[in-house]
């Protein structure tokens, strides 16, 4: 398969609001590249799409652990924040 073919079909996926295929795409990008940020953001959406929300604060971590620039970390860390707030929030 051509690069980021699983990342890109995961993508759309998720946009589509099937969280279910996205995920199941994007863990085959990630087995693919396990480093790459952006697929371990989509995946915190598809996760988090699903109601796992510890999955998702996982990926999110990940994503910002893997970032290449400061503006993707801090943008991580800020969505990790309020995912973290909204988790504290719910019973």
């Known amino acids: 398969q051509p690069p980021f073919y699983f990342f890109e079909l ?9 969280f ?21 953001f989509w995946l915190a959406l598809a996760d988090a799409g699903l109601g796992d929300l510890k999955a998702a604060r996982r990926h999110l971590s990940e994503a910002m652990a893997n970032s290449t620039t ?12 309020r995912l973290q707030a909204s988790m504290r929030a719910t019973p």
């Open 10 to 18: 995961g993508k759309a996926a998720v946009q589509r609001g099937d």
């Open 20 to 40: 279910e295929a996205g995920r199941a795409l994007l863990q085959r990008e990630l087995s693919r590249d396990p480093d790459y940020h952006e697929v371990h």
């Open 70 to 81: 400061r503006g993707e970390h801090d943008l991580y860390a800020a969505k990790l924040d």
